[in-house]
């Protein structure tokens, strides 16, 4: 089935930082790719998606860019704020449309 | 705009008692999505439902059931619950890809 690997935190950033989380997939087809963000206490909100190769998603100043030769879709931000603090999920969707998660990072940003 | 509403937010349950969780999708929303989060996890899929129809089935067990009624909301059963059903339910609904997630439901199982 499909499945997403994605950097291991924490993850202790200095305010204006340069953030990358790196997540990579293995799927069947042709996926669609997203990244979820949970802040503290809250639910699951939608940052930024890729439906197809070479897609970059934005959202908030980050940024992915779908890249299937790599099978990667690694998160970027170049300047971290304090209100980024959250935890980060790299999501993959199949043929079935259930998403399938990974473990997620947790992103601390220190001012 | 409007968002996915869940309900309760917050429930306290004793072990083998039983649950009912409610979730009402955003509007002309047709997909309905049901996932568990346990404590420091990532949620995992349970199931979900198409036109009231169940479209998909994940890692639910058999002790728990679901179904989307006429008016698209969609409640989940949970029987015999145990310790271990301690977690953060989610719904997400959609119309096309992309699933929008309500708030949550916190279930505490003593």
């Known amino acids: 089935g499909d499945s997403v690997t994605q950097m291991e935190g924490p993850v202790t950033l200095s305010e204006e930082a340069f953030l990358t989380i790196n997540c990579t997939y293995t799927?069947?087809?042709?996926?669609?790719l997203f990244w979820y963000v949970q802040y503290p206490g809250e639910g699951l909100q939608l940052l930024l998606k890729?439906?197809?190769?070479?897609d970059k998603g934005s959202n908030k100043g980050f940024e992915a860019t779908y890249r299937k030769e790599t099978t990667s879709f690694h998160l970027e931000k170049g300047s971290v704020q304090v209100s980024d603090s959250a935890v980060y999920f790299c999501?993959?969707?199949?043929?079935?449309?259930?998403?399938?998660f990974g473990k997620g990072t947790k992103l601390t940003v220190n001012p | 705009a409007a968002g996915v509403i869940q309900s309760p937010r917050h429930l306290i349950k004793e072990k083998r008692e039983t649950a009912t969780l409610k979730c009402y999708p955003i509007?002309?929303?047709?997909?309905v999505y049901w996932y568990q989060q346990g404590p420091g996890q990532d949620p995992q899929f349970l199931i979900s439902?198409?036109?009231?129809?169940?479209?998909d089935k994940g890692s639910i067990p058999d002790r728990f059931s679901a179904q989307q009624f006429s008016d698209y909301h969609s409640e989940l059963n949970m029987s015999s619950l145990e310790l271990g059903d301690s977690a953060l339910y989610f719904c997400?609904?959609?119309?096309?890809?992309?699933?929008?997630f309500g708030p949550g439901t916190r279930l505490l199982v003593l």
């Open positions: 799927a069947t087809g042709y996926p669609s």
């Open positions: 997400a609904s959609s119309q096309k890809e992309t699933q929008y």
């Open positions: 999501v993959t969707q199949g043929g079935s449309e259930k998403l399938v």
């Open positions: 890729a439906t197809k190769a070479d």
């Open positions: 439902f198409y036109e009231k129809m169940q479209s």
């Open positions: 509007p002309r929303h047709d997909t």
